[in-house]
C-alpha cells in the first residue's frame, strides 16, 4: 500500500471521478421500478424528446435548429452508438475512415466491427483534437467518413473537417463522449453539419445513465436505419405498405441487427441528468479556471483553452509536464495517488497499443504530438461533487510535489 508523501497531510482518497445523481434521478428510478416497465419504454422515449429539445433549446440565436429536426436514438453505450452509425452510412470492407490516435479504443474499435480499416492521424499540440490538415494528407480513393473525437471537452476544428469532407464527398460522425455541453463556431456540438454524433453517458461522463448513449442525426433514412438496427434489426414499417393498422403483435425482420436500446431504468436517470447539464457544466468551468489560474506559474501546460465565445464541457483537464519540470510524469502520479488523489492518463494513444501498432504497423515516431503529449500528461480530478477544498488539495499537492 502506498503511504502518503511526509510533507503531505493524510486525506481520505479523492476519486478520479464520481457520477453526481441527485434525488431526482432516484425517485425516477424508482418509479421505473414500480411501473412495471423496466426496459426500453416510456421514459427512453421522453428521454429522447427532452435530448432533442435540450440540444434546439441550448443552440438557441441565429443558428437554432428546431428540435423536430433532430433525431435522438437512445442506446445503451455510445459505442453501440458509433457503430449504427457508421453503418447506417454503409461503411463496411474495403473502407476507410480517419480518426485521431489520441482517443479511447471505442472511437476505432467500431469501424472494425463493420469490416472496414482506421486511419489513425496525429494531433494539433495546441488543442489535442485532431489536425485537420494531417486528416486531408490521409485521405484515400478508399476514405468513407472522418470520425472526429472533442478531447475533453473541446471541439475539434469542425468547420476545417466539414469542408474537407465536403470537398472529397466523405461523412462525418462526431465522437461526442466528451462534449456535452460543447460548442464549436457558436453553434452546439449535436446540432453542426456532419452526418451524426454520438454522446456517452458512461459513469465518468459530464452526465451519466451508468451506462448509455445518444445517436443525433438529421437525416431521417439514418435515424430509421439506425433505430432498426438498434433492436435486432425489427421493422414494422414494411407491414405499412398493404394495410393502415399493423396488429400489434406484428413484426419483421430486415437485418441481422443488434441489441442496443436504453432501458427506461438508465433512461430515468438520463432525464434528470439532462435538467441539470448546464449546471454541472458551469460548475466544472469554475474548476477549470481555478486550475489554470492557480498552476499557471508551474513548469506544465494547462489544459488547452476554447477560443473566446465557445463553450467547453471541460470533461477532462490535462496538464502536460515540461521539460523543465524537476519530476517524472510517472512519478509525480505515483505521489499524487500516494497523498490520496486520483489522476489518470488521456490516453495511452492507440499507436501504442498492440492491436492497432501490429496490425498498420505504427511507430510512435510517426505520430511526434500525440506521442510527446502522451509522455508527459495527466489528467487532473474534474467534477461537479469535489468541493473548493478538494481543488485547493490538488492544487497544493501539484506545487509541492513540482
Ligand atoms: C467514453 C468514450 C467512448 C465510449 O463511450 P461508452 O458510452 O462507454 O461506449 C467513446 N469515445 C470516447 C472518446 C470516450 O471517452
Known amino acids: 500500500m502506498s503511504t502518503p508523501a511526509p510533507d503531505l497531510p493524510f486525506l481520505p482518497f479523492l476519486p478520479f471521478a464520481l457520477p453526481d445523481i441527485g434525488e431526482e434521478e432516484i425517485a425516477e428510478v424508482v418509479d421505473t421500478l414500480r411501473s412495471g416497465w423496466v426496459t426500453t419504454g416510456p421514459k427512453a422515449k421522453r428521454f429522447e424528446a427532452d435530448f432533442a429539445a435540450w440540444l434546439a433549446d441550448a443552440a438557441g440565436g441565429p443558428s437554432a435548429v428546431a428540435s423536430s429536426e433532430l433525431h435522438c436514438i437512445a442506446v445503451n453505450s455510445a459505442t453501440a452508438g458509433l457503430h449504427l452509425a457508421l453503418e447506417a452510412l454503409g461503411i463496411g470492407p474495403g473502407d476507410e475512415v480517419i480518426t485521431t490516435t489520441h482517443t479511447f479504443t471505442a472511437t476505432a474499435e467500431v469501424v472494425r466491427y463493420l469490416g472496414a480499416e482506421v486511419r489513425l492521424v496525429d494531433i494539433d499540440p495546441a488543442t489535442l483534437n485532431l489536425d485537420p490538415a494531417l486528416v486531408e494528407a490521409a485521405i484515400t480513393p478508399r476514405t468513407k467518413a472522418i470520425l472526429p473525437v472533442h478531447y475533453g471537452g473541446l471541439a475539434a476544428d469542425m468547420p476545417a473537417i466539414l469542408a474537407i469532407a465536403r470537398r472529397h464527398g466523405l461523412k462525418v460522425v462526431e465522437d461526442a463522449a466528451h462534449a456535452l455541453p460543447s460548442s464549436s463556431a457558436g453553434r452546439l456540438v449535436g446540432t453542426l453539419d456532419s452526418d451524426a454524433t454520438v454522446f456517452s453517458f458512461y459513469a465518468n461522463k459530464t452526465m451519466t445513465t451508468g451506462e448509455g448513449g445518444m445517436l443525433v442525426c438529421r437525416d431521417p433514412a439514418l435515424a430509421s436505419r439506425a433505430r432498426v438496427m438498434r433492436l435486432h434489426g425489427m421493422s414494422r414499417d414494411a ?107 488521456h490516453y495511452i494513444p492507440l499507436h501504442q497499443q498492440p492491436y492497432w501498432r501490429d496490425r498498420h504497423g505504427l511507430r510512435a515516431e510517426d505520430f511526434p504530438h500525440s506521442q510527446r503529449a502522451y509522455e508527459r500528461m495527466l489528467s487532473l480530478p474534474i467534477y461537479t461533487r469535489m468541493t473548493e477544498a478538494d481543488v485547493s488539495r490538488v492544487v497544493d499537492a501539484l506545487r509541492r510535489l513540482m
Open 239 to 345: 407491414f405499412d405498405r398493404f394495410t393502415a393498422t399493423v396488429p400489434s403483435w406484428y413484426y419483421e425482420i430486415v437485418a441481422p441487427g443488434f441489441k442496443y436500446n436504453l432501458t427506461d431504468i438508465a433512461a430515468a436517470l438520463g432525464i434528470h441528468q439532462l435538467r441539470k447539464a448546464h449546471r454541472f457544466a458551469a460548475q466544472r468551468a469554475v474548476i477549470a479556471a481555478r486550475y489554470r489560474a492557480e498552476l499557471a506559474d508551474l513548469p506544465l501546460t494547462t489544459a488547452p483553452q476554447p477560443p473566446a465565445g465557445q463553450q467547453h464541457a471541460w470533461h477532462l483537464f490535462p496538464v502536460r509536464l515540461s521539460d523543465a519540470a524537476a519530476i517524472h510524469r510517472d512519478s509525480l502520479i505515483e505521489r499524487l495517488f500516494a497523498a490520496g488523489i486520483g489522476v489518470s492518463v
